[in-house]
């Protein structure tokens, strides 16, 4: 019969062992390779913010092709039964291995090449989103469930929505297609998530899990949409404004018309007054005699 001793060791073997090590340790240096390459090549003649969105443009390139497949079991294997869901497989735990790996990279980079970026006092979501993301990623490594991580990773396409606004400069259109992306994902599909795992499995820590994410969405959506109001707001003070004065154009030509007469004007005018007096003179001077 074996010593009751040593079940603490045991168990605290079993609490520092972290599953699928080899897998993981494989992903993050293939994608610490990956990222460092491309941000070293891609990025040599950019600024500050085309820097900074960089890897968040990769990664999210990345992870929305990478949840389609789970995506795709969820409606048409699993036909939206959540408890149906196959568990992690190798792709999960390489796709979570990449997304830890450029949380902890694109921390270190913005130290050196994008820290006013990232580190931003009203955009401090940047440092939080990374850390909150790795301690995520850790407890579904941990707790053998990156499956579901990979499937919540369709948020991710409004992450790329918006990094190609930051590279590139930035349209209404993609405003717009950066709103939708963003309803129908982080906010429709993760309501949908935390409404069937709530009511249909029986694990509630994924529940609870979605939950706590969905206030930081909301607020963040929130943000967007006050800074487009106020941005439409302040474009309508300023035409307003503007309307109180001449436009460029309208300065151009008072100011044409406004504009001193050529000195040889003034000289045929005399010249003229002359010609005119002269004729007076010799008129005068027939009729008198």
């Not at 474009?235 to 436009?247: E, G, I, P, V, W």
């Not at 030509?253 to 003034?266: G, R, S, T």
């Amino acid at each position: 019969m074996p010593s009751s001793n040593k079940s603490p060791s045991l168990l605290s073997l079993n609490f520092f062992t972290i599953p699928n090590a080899s897998l993981l340790t494989n992903s993050f240096l293939f994608s610490s390779t990956l990222l460092l390459t491309s941000f070293i090549f891609f990025t040599k003649n950019k600024n500050k913010q085309q820097k900074a969105w960089f890897l968040t443009f990769l990664t999210s390139i990345v992870m929305t092709l990478g949840s389609i497949p789970f995506l795709y079991q969820l409606i048409f294997n699993a036909n939206w039964n959540v408890n149906n869901l196959p568990s992690e497989s190798n792709l999960s735990i390489i796709l979570v291995g990449f997304f830890m790996t450029y949380c902890i990279i694109d921390l270190l980079l913005s130290k050196f090449f994008y820290e006013n970026e990232i580190s931003n006092i009203t955009n401090m979501k940047g440092y939080l989103h990374h850390l909150v993301y790795l301690v995520l990623s850790s407890f579904v490594i941990y707790n053998q469930r990156t499956e579901i991580f990979c499937l919540m990773s369709i948020f991710e396409a409004s992450t790329l929505v918006l990094a190609i606004g930051k590279i590139n400069n930035k349209s209404p259109k993609q405003d717009l297609l950066y709103a939708t992306t963003f309803v129908s994902t982080r906010l429709l599909f993760h309501a949908i998530m935390i409404y069937l795992y709530f009511n249909y499995h029986q694990s509630k820590s994924i529940w609870l899990i979605l939950s706590f994410l969905y206030p930081f969405h909301c607020y963040w959506f929130y943000g967007f949409i006050r800074q487009k109001v106020y941005a439409r707001n302040r474009q309508r003070k300023l035409s307003q404004y503007n309307k109180m004065f001449y436009s460029k154009k309208e300065l151009e030509e008072a100011l044409n018309k406004i504009q001193p007469k050529p000195i040889h004007y003034f000289l045929e005018k005399e010249d003229n007054d002359s010609e005119v007096e002269e004729r007076r003179s010799n008129t005068l001077f027939t009729l008198i005699y």
